[in-house]
């Protein structure tokens, strides 16, 4: 499983950017896929996640804000990040894993990171 994100930037306080991940081949089906951010100084954390079933995982931090989907026939998945603040500046992972308690905890598969910059 090969996973390539992109999309990230700086951008201000209450603006928005859409991170895209591209996984190699049609995974969807067998794997679920997530978000994972760290910021500087601090531990990788859980962002969201999307099951292969559909339903939907976000971290506390997010929840309102972010949105999780998917491009079945393209094999992408975004993330939406509305009303941003400066303490979501970070590198966001995508990540796969074929176990849905894997992709909430420490995912199989990482793709490489993006810098998002939030500034005030």
């Known amino acids: 499983v090969q996973l390539q994100a992109s999309g990230g930037g700086l951008v201000q306080a209450g603006g928005s950017l859409r991170l895209s991940c591209a996984a190699s081949?049609?995974?969807?089906?067998?794997?679920?896929m997530g978000w994972f951010r760290q910021a500087p100084g601090k531990e990788r954390e859980f962002v969201a996640a999307?099951?292969?079933?559909?339903?939907?995982n976000y971290a506390d931090s997010v929840k309102g804000r972010f949105t999780i989907s998917r491009d079945v026939a393209k094999n992408t998945v975004f993330l939406q990040m509305n009303s941003l603040k400066p303490e979501d500046t970070a590198v966001y992972y995508c990540?796969?894993?074929?176990?849905?308690?894997?992709?909430?905890?420490?995912?199989?598969?990482w793709g490489q990171g993006t810098q998002v910059t939030v500034s005030s």
């Open positions: 999307i099951f292969w079933s559909g339903r939907l």
């Open positions: 990540a796969a894993d074929p176990a849905p308690g894997g992709i909430t905890s420490l995912p199989l598969y």
């Open positions: 081949g049609r995974i969807f089906s067998s794997h679920h």
